[in-house]
């Protein structure tokens, strides 16, 4: 059972969320958006990512057909990951958190991460 068995959220907005939950997976999105990367290429822009969630995050977005997945048969082999044009478009949702983090959230001083 793969983990797109289950069925997504009527809401659109829980959809959107459930499958870019977390900060990696919009993250990915942001450095795919400058064109096709290896997975060497996306954990140097992304320091601090395993390669387990790297590697889980790119196969769950190419279930989804937000990435492609091309390997070409060289020597070494070489694998590279772009985005679908339905995951390019969310470059105008990611400039749009982007905005309203600069005009709305505070660059410095005291934020709570989460309610305890």
């Not at 064109?35 to 996306?42: C, I, V």
């Not at 057909?65 to 990611?94: F, Q, W």
Request: with cysteine; hydrophobic share 40%.
């Amino acid at each position: 059972m793969s983990e797109l068995d289950h069925p997504l959220p009527e809401c659109p907005i829980a959809r959107f969320l459930t499958v870019l939950d977390g900060p990696w997976a919009t993250l990915i999105v942001r450095e795919l958006l400058t064109g096709p990367k290896r997975f060497t290429e996306l954990r140097a822009g992304l320091p601090g990512i395993s390669p387990k969630t790297l590697s889980s995050r790119l196969r769950r977005f190419v279930l989804l057909g937000l990435v492609t997945r091309t390997a070409y048969p060289e020597i070494p082999p070489r694998v590279e990951y772009e985005l679908t044009p339905a995951g390019a478009r969310l470059e105008v949702v990611l400039a749009t958190m982007g905005a309203w983090a600069e005009q709305d959230l505070p660059r410095t001083g005291a934020f709570p991460i989460e309610d305890r």
